[in-house]
């Protein structure tokens, strides 16, 4: 396990999760373990909303321009969920490769990660899902970052069902899925889980 001397032997690691399950809080304990600079892909997302319109990029502005979609079934949000994560898929992967090519370390954190996006590169991008089953205990922790926003219930809901997805997607890209509690011992679990990787792909 990697104890906090030096990066990892690979170069990108990516932290997924659904929201509210704490891989932010797991990103940036890494970020300081491997020594490696912290960044969030949802500034690529807000970068390429701020250069396409919605007749360019209509899955990066759905949220802007059909806001009554907040209100489907959790199901419905989910599938949009993953469209979006999809069509930055181009983007996310060229800003990946980048980082390979160039030899320089980066921990992803992200609302539209996903584990299958560290498949191809040859051990140098691994992934690993942070995941909170417990939908109370999702509540809590959407409420805890966001105490003025109703509904989270209803996110929480929506967070079990993007969990369920990348925990499919982790399974068959081979990723570590990580549970987010105990909280004192997820960023060894982690670690442990993104470091032992390359004995399962």
């Known amino acids: ?86 069509a930055l898929r181009p983007g996310l992967e060229a800003v990946i490769l980048d980082h390979v090519e160039f030899a320089a370390p980066v921990v992803f954190d992200g609302d539209y990660l996903v584990p299958d996006l560290a498949v191809g590169f040859d051990g140098a991008v691994r992934a690993v899902v942070v995941s909170e089953p417990d939908e109370s205990q999702l509540v809590k922790n959407l409420t805890s970052r966001e105490p003025d926003e109703p509904e989270q219930r209803e996110r929480a809901q929506v967070s079990l069902l993007v969990e369920a997805e990348l925990i499919e997607r982790a399974a068959s890209a081979g990723a570590p899925v990580v549970p987010a509690r105990p909280w004192d011992s997820v960023l060894d679990r982690s670690d442990l889980g993104l470091q032992s990787w390359h004995r399962r792909t």
């Open 1 to 86: 396990m990697n104890n906090g001397s030096g990066s990892p032997e690979w170069i990108v690691t990516l932290v997924c999760g659904a929201s509210g399950v704490g891989k932010s809080r797991v990103a940036r304990a890494l970020s300081v373990r491997y020594g490696a600079p912290l960044a969030e892909a949802d500034d690529i997302v807000t970068a390429l909303r701020a250069m396409t319109t919605s007749k360019q990029a209509p899955e990066l502005h759905f949220w802007h321009t059909n806001p009554q979609a907040r209100s489907w079934a959790p199901e419905r949000i989910a599938e949009q969920h993953f469209r979006l994560a999809e």
